[in-house]
């Protein structure tokens, strides 16, 4: 599994012309060796090489890998920079993930000063884009506990009740379920907050005939889940119900058209046009959807300038929205796994607006 993942990036060097790259990112490292550690300050580094002859950088803090390359050790007191500059090729372009931070990357231009330094996050990141079988049902698993935690939130629901005591219920219902974490902080949006798409939840009550959008997501087994579903507490306002069926049908329209090849700005594109149609098109402010996997948003989008074409294996999501400030919000969302012939959706809740409370 590894082999072949660190083959794909492998291959993406090569398309850029690099014959040697630095990954940085913690997550971006478990995903191509197994190897889990967060180095708070310390460096840590997956040097890979096109001639197979990679090397973990490590700090001695850090408990010792089982992977089949060199690891070249520092401590505290080491120049753990100087170490790692004398075992790069300096005379060469060096490829460098977007998450290295410039405390040690300043430091080895300095000392390599030949090199030339090239963000090569995109090898890595296109590879994460395209999730394997293993990848997939980690998924699945994440999204499924997703989908029961919603219905028991929606369930939850009463009138009186705050943003704040739905969002820590949501929390401990994700410990329940044995997840690592929440994936993002619980967004819980009652009336005009969810006119806000990133609303914190606070100590607002819920009333009669308030929307309420909640958008949530946890983390299981490295791997994270997101839904936004949209609902009414007691009754619904006919207009406000009539913005929601037309946010769902443009959620239903961009899924049912994806399948491998599409450009994903024609899901945005098909979206918006469908909600501007029925005159909205100024209060769907945002995107259509991000990528997902180890976390909340991974490099990738669906919007309307992405020159993104789905391949199987993608999972992103598809989330349109309305927002009218001051009044109300909806967002209907879903993360949608691109597959060999469609797509798989991966929430399973009743998208169509219900009265709650």
């Known amino acids: 599994m590894y082999q072949e993942r660190i083959k794909r990036v492998l291959d993406s060097m090569e398309e850029m012309g690099l014959d040697q790259m630095l990954v940085s990112d913690p997550d971006s490292i478990w995903y191509l060796t197994g190897y889990d550690v967060f180095p708070f300050e310390r460096l840590f580094a997956f040097y890979l090489r096109r001639d197979g002859h990679h090397k973990l950088f490590l700090n001695r803090l850090f408990p010792v ?29 060096l490829g460098i993930d977007k998450e290295w931070p410039a405390r040690f990357l300043l430091p080895l231009m300095e000392r390599n000063p030949d090199s030339r330094y090239i963000v090569a996050s995109d090898c890595v990141d296109h590879a994460r884009a395209c999730k394997d079988e293993a990848e997939r049902e980690l998924m699945r698993a994440a999204s499924r506990i997703n989908d029961t935690v919603m219905e028991r939130a929606a369930a939850f629901l009463q ?7 739905v969002a820590d219920y949501i929390i401990s219902q994700y410990a329940a379920e044995g997840c690592d974490a929440v994936a993002f902080q619980p967004i819980v949006s009652f009336g005009a907050h969810a006119a806000d798409p990133h ?4 100590q607002t009550r819920l009333k009669a005939g308030d929307c309420i959008v909640i958008d949530m997501g946890c983390r299981k087994d490295r791997y994270c889940s997101d839904m936004t579903r949209t609902f009414f507490c007691k009754t619904a306002d006919p207009k406000y119900a009539a913005i929601h069926d ?8 961009a899924e049912g058209m994806i399948r491998p090849g599409i450009p994903l700005r024609e899901l945005d594109i098909a979206a918006r046009e469908h ?42 999501s598809i989330e349109p929205g309305v927002y009218l400030p001051g009044q109300f919000g909806v967002r209907v969302e879903d993360l949608v796994l691109v597959t ?4 798989e959706i991966l929430n399973h809740v009743d998208k169509h607006w219900k009265t709650v409370g």
């Open 65 to 93: 890998p089982e992977a089949p390359y060199e690891q070249v050790w520092s401590s505290d007191t080491d120049d753990a920079v100087a170490i790692l500059a004398s075992h790069v090729d300096g005379k060469s372009a």
């Open 159 to 165: 009138e009186g009740i705050t943003e704040r005591e």
């Open 199 to 202: 609303h914190e939840a606070d």
């Open 246 to 253: 037309l946010v769902r049908s443009a959620n239903e329209i």
């Open 275 to 316: 909600i501007a149609s029925a005159g909205y098109g100024e209060y769907f402010s945002h995107r259509l959807g991000h990528f997902i996997g180890q976390t909340e948003h991974e490099k990738g989008d669906v919007s309307a300038v992405t020159e993104l074409v789905a391949k199987p294996g993608m999972i992103f």
């Open 340 to 343: 060999e012939e469609g797509c």
